[in-house]
């Protein structure tokens, strides 16, 4: 947009209390947010967020606590003309059963400027001739809003608030009735306007996904009360999300801005076989519906389950992952080569990883730290790990952990089969001798790795 | 809608293309005073329009003196006591009724909605018909005991609806609407009642019903025009906020509308005005609930454009209707609100047809 936005404002929520008759809405929320940032309320429905926009735009008196807007209180401080002036909403639904025009529509974003006897001025239509332009809806002036497309619409009704030249604009899920392309197309512009003309942004997004990747910073509503809030990192953590909403989500990182993906679980569906690509695997159902044979059994009641740490790679070890993940063990992982199935599962898990460039050998540093993962765990499982020159190194690592007293297991590693994977010219395999040697166990599959991870949170 | 074809749009948005304020109040505004004019000329003595208009002008201050009487005294007396009234009372309910539909079609976002959705009329037919079969020896400024009776019964009403559809300070108008249309069948019954009661006032009280401007004069313009001229002007000056209130209670909040005050005085001002008309007048239907859609294909639904247009269109309506309503079938004179419906409801229909939004609401 090519005129200078008015001055962002800032908006501080206080002990907010909000209730339809006697049932509250709000319950004590106070949240801040400084002029020109870009922030969104998420929660699940009925979380208080709609409520939360309609209490700081004096449309539901709140029963206590305070709404300020630049430290102006707006219900003792303001008049409804004033607030008009610098705050703009964009409503969940936009009537359209009236046949007004795109332009009448947005025109009426003036309402607060124009004298009621006077009109529209000159500048009031250079104003509606701008939010057109920045909206690209000068083309469909002259239609009915009736007659529009769901994102056309909308950006008209982005246009109708922009021209109301606010300082601070608050939108109610703007995306919901949108399909992909035309989500990403508001936000995007909405990003456009907060990046240039540095407008305060605040958006109640039911997406997830959409609020990481766009919002600077999110609250987490639930229940009525502010769950989290913070980084869009900080925010959508599993346990938050699970504590809100009520259902096991895994949380990744979007290939391309690295922000957090949430990514739904089914409590029916079971897992596809999807060969390399890690997914949310049986095991992990299993123990996140609560079905499974509990692993731990009988070991979580006495003791916090153990840290373990993990040698994966080679796409060898997603399923212990998921299981042990799944199953509440702390885990640590590596080394692995970025990009590879272990990888991507141990990210997928939110699992803390050492990790070495991908097709690249575990440099001095990546072993000494998975030494270090290994000497702050109870416990060190090797998974059926393919082993060449580049990596072997970490198996002596292990040795040396074994050595130190750390509990060793070896999935598959009998004799025959480590011979099965040595690309380094039996280095793995006389270090797996000596480390049977040195007390570690072996073990054949997944479901004994984890009654072995149980004996170990026993152990200690 | 998303897959509408390109055909579609353009008829679309040629069908947008509106008559401006401006071009749509002068042309009302020219065909008004030649209605009028004609309105006066016409009747069970025919008089010259030429003449007519030279009686007008006399009549008036400071153009008058020019004008040199050479008319009868009888024709003088024709036009200005008793055909100039009665034409410039319906011209003046006509619009009261255009401009309070238009309002209360924009407050209640209802196309169903007329002036007399809150129950004004039936109110008003309650007190006019207990006023006609009971002949009670009343009267204000002038009026007799229907038109007061009427008046009364109407705000009673009103008032009634209000305090009823009311939750704590607010007034929702899904409450105001449903509550009038339950309490105007209530009301309706009663009059039904008064009717099967009192036999010999059946003509009369039906003929009230279906409203008329027979036998009114000056004394009942004078009493009801400060009543339309006021209300008119406060819902003129409100016709902004009528215009956010289309877009929902909580839009207009957020453009700065103070909703719940803007509400009551709107309801206020449109149920004075309708009050006022239908004393004068009885329930003159259609008008009040076709000039505003009418208007709104030719203009587009702005208020600060439809409530004037509106009113002048009610005005010429109501002008004509009654023009055709003392001379269609005369010696016998129809009920003026019969003949509104049946010029203005095929008017109505060809317009709905021809218009591609037609099918939508408003």
């Given amino acids: 947009m090519s005129t200078p936005g008015r001055r962002p404002a800032g908006l501080e929520i206080n002990q907010l209390t909000v209730a339809y008759g006697d049932r509250r809405v709000l319950e004590g929320v106070s949240l801040t947010i400084a002029p020109g940032e870009f922030v969104g309320l998420v929660g699940p429905n009925a979380s208080g967020k709609s ?14 606590g305070r709404v300020l807007l630049d430290g102006q209180d707006v219900w003792r401080e303001m008049s409804l003309g004033e607030m008009a002036r610098s705050v703009a909403v964009v409503p969940q639904d936009f009537p359209v059963d009236f046949p007004f025009t795109v332009r009448e529509t947005v025109l009426m974003g003036r309402t607060p400027f124009v004298g009621r006897l006077r009109g529209e001025q000159p500048a009031d239509l250079a104003r509606v001739r701008q939010a057109m332009e920045s909206t690209e809806t000068l083309d469909l002036s002259d239609r009915l809003i009736g007659e529009l497309a769901g994102g056309e619409r909308q950006r008209v009704v982005l246009a109708k608030a922009l021209a109301q030249d606010p300082r601070l604009l608050l939108l109610d899920e703007p995306t919901s009735h949108l399909d992909l392309s035309h989500q990403v197309d508001i936000l995007d512009l909405l990003l456009g306007l907060n990046r240039e003309v540095g407008l305060t942004l605040v958006i109640v997004l039911h997406d997830l996904n959409l609020a990481a990747m766009y919002c600077d910073r999110l609250f987490l509503l639930g229940g009525g009360r502010l769950a989290a809030e913070g980084s869009p990192a900080d925010v959508l953590t599993p346990a938050n999300l699970q504590a809100v909403y009520g259902s096991r989500v895994l949380v990744g990182r979007h290939p391309i801005y690295g922000c957090p993906q949430v990514t739904l679980v089914s409590r029916r569906r079971p897992a596809a076989d999807q060969g390399d690509v890690p997914v949310a695997g049986e095991a992990f159902l299993r123990a996140a519906t609560g079905a499974a044979e509990a692993p731990d059994a009988g070991g979580r009641g006495k003791s916090a389950p153990a840290r373990i740490h993990v040698v994966a790679g080679g796409g060898s070890s997603a399923g212990l992952l998921e299981c042990l993940a799944a199953a509440g063990y702390g885990l640590t992982v590596g080394p692995v080569n970025a990009g590879d199935s272990d990888w991507h599962m141990a990210r997928t898990l939110g699992v803390e990883t050492v990790t070495v460039p991908p097709f690249s050998a575990v440099d001095r540093e990546a072993v000494a730290k998975a030494a270090a993962a290994m000497g702050s765990s109870d416990a060190v499982l090797v998974g059926p790990v393919p082993f060449g020159r580049g990596n072997v190194a970490v198996l002596e690592a292990v040795l040396k952990a074994a050595r130190a007293g750390r509990q060793v297991a070896l999935v598959n590693g009998g004799p025959e089969e480590v011979a ?21 166990t072996t073990l054949s599959g997944e479901s004994e790795a984890l009654a072995w991870a149980a004996r170990m949170g026993e152990k200690r | 809608m998303a897959g509408e074809s390109g055909t579609q749009r353009r008829t679309g948005r040629a069908s947008t293309r509106r008559a401006g304020r401006g071009v749509a109040l002068a042309v009302l505004g020219a065909a008004l005073g030649a209605g009028g004019l004609l309105a006066v000329a016409v009747g069970s003595v025919p008089l010259p329009v030429g003449e007519v208009a030279r009686i007008l002008a006399h009549a008036l201050p400071w153009v008058g003196a020019g004008v040199r009487p050479d008319w009868s005294a009888s024709h003088e007396v024709i036009v200005l006591a008793i055909r100039l009234p009665r034409v410039l009372l319906a011209a003046v309910v006509g619009a009261a009724l255009g401009v309070a539909g238009g309002a ?38 002038g009026l007799g005991a229907v038109p007061v009776a009427a008046f009364a019964g109407a705000i009673l009403t009103v008032l009634a609806v209000y305090s009823i559809a009311r939750v704590g300070r607010e007034v929702p108008v899904g409450n105001l609407l449903l509550s009038g249309i339950a309490l105007g069948s209530l009301l309706s019954a009663l009059v039904s009642v008064v009717i099967i009661y009192s036999r010999t006032s059946l003509d009369q009280i039906v003929f009230w019903l279906m409203g008329s401007l027979a036998g009114r004069g000056w004394t009942h313009l004078g009493v009801a025009v400060p009543y339309l001229v006021v209300g008119s002007a406060v819902l003129l000056y409100l016709a902004r906020d009528l215009n956010a209130l289309l877009l929902g209670e909580e839009e207009a909040a957020h453009l700065g509308v103070a909703v719940d005050r803007t509400k009551k005085i709107i309801l206020a001002a449109a149920s004075l005005l309708t009050a006022a008309a239908v004393a004068t007048c009885g329930i003159v239907g259609f008008v009040g609930l076709v000039v505003p859609h009418i208007v709104r294909l030719v203009t587009g639904p702005d208020h600060r454009t439809l409530l004037p247009v509106s009113a002048l269109g009610g005005a010429l309506l109501l002008v004509t209707a009654d023009l055709l309503a003392r001379t269609a079938v005369r010696p016998a004179e129809l009920p003026v609100g019969v003949v509104t419906a049946l010029i203005g409801a095929p008017f109505f229909l060809y317009l709905l047809r021809r218009s591609r939004r037609g099918g939508g609401i408003l």
Avoid: C
């Fill in chain 2, 104 to 141: 209360f079609q924009g407050l209640f976002r209802n196309p169903m909605a007329d002036p007399y959705v809150i129950g004004v009329s039936s109110g008003a037919a309650l007190g006019a018909s207990l006023a006609i079969a009971f002949r009670p020896a009343i009267g204000l400024a």
């Fill in chain 1, 51 to 64: 409520t939360l926009l309609k209490a700081a735009t004096r449309v539901l008196r709140p029963v206590s």
């Fill in chain 1, 420 to 440: 099965s994977r040595d690309f380094a010219e039996g280095r793995a395999s006389a270090l797996t001798a000596e480390l049977l040697a040195a007390g570690a």
